[in-house]
């Protein structure tokens, strides 16, 4: 069935330094890959996401690429801050039954020592 | 707008008991879904709605039943609880055409002793 893969599970930064979490998907039908954030007690929030169409999106310090060649994904964010420590999760979205059926990753929780 | 309203926030159950849990939207979003939250593996899909009267299975549906009369609810119904259903519960919803992310409600905790 439809299976995203991320990593890491846990990845620990200093403040100012990037971080990078990959994703990869199993349906080559996918066409929208959202990555969410969500604190501790908190609900997912959207953070930025890509199209297929597309192979990069930049907002401010975060970044998203696309390689639907290889079907992966990652999440860049640079110049990390202490209050970007928080559970990010990957997603994609299964377009072959154009159902709006949305599979996550597993997570990768994000420390930014200060 | 509310967004997305989930309630209640925190429930305990005891095992073999049933419960509903409510979610409402009044963003007119087409696409609804729920899912469950457990440490160290993500967010999975339990059942999702493209729309009021269509309703299909997710990843872990077993021991869990849902309905879309309307297109602003879309309650889930535990039929049995059982302590391996103890989880955050979300539910989320997305515009029609289902080509952007999902927003979230609030989550419900849900312990089974």
């Known amino acids: 069935g439809e299976n995203v893969e991320q990593h890491p599970s846990t990845l620990s930064v200093q403040e100012g330094d990037s971080a990078v979490i990959k994703c990869t998907y199993s349906d080559s039908a996918s066409n929208y890959f959202p990555w969410y954030k969500q604190e501790l007690g908190k609900r997912p929030q959207l953070i930025i996401d890509i199209r297929s169409n597309v192979g990069e999106k930049k907002d401010q310090r975060i970044a998203v690429t696309l390689n639907k060649t290889a079907k992966h994904f990652s999440l860049h964010i640079t110049e990390t801050q202490p209050e970007d420590s928080a559970v990010y999760f990957c997603?994609?979205?299964?377009?072959?039954?154009?159902?709006?059926?949305?599979?996550f990753g597993q997570g990768t929780t994000l420390q930014v020592k200060p | 707008n509310a967004g997305v309203t989930q309630t209640p926030k925190f429930q305990v159950l005891k095992t073999g008991q049933s419960m509903t849990l409510q979610c409402a939207q009044d963003?007119?979003?087409?696409?609804m879904s729920w899912y469950r939250q457990d440490p160290g593996m993500g967010l999975r899909l339990i059942h999702y709605s493209v729309g009021a009267g269509i309703t299909d299975q997710g990843e872990v549906p077993n021991g869990y039943n849902v309905s879309r009369s309307t297109t602003e609810d879309f309650p889930l119904r535990l039929l049995s609880a059982a302590p391996s259903q103890t989880s955050v519960y979300f539910c989320?919803?997305?515009?029609?055409?289902?080509?952007?992310?999902?927003?979230f409600g609030s989550g419900t905790r849900l312990t089974v002793v």
């Open positions: 963003m007119n979003h087409e696409y």
């Open positions: 989320a919803s997305s515009p029609p055409d289902g080509i952007y992310g999902y927003t």
């Open positions: 997603a994609a979205k299964i377009a072959s039954s154009n159902t709006g059926k949305l599979i």
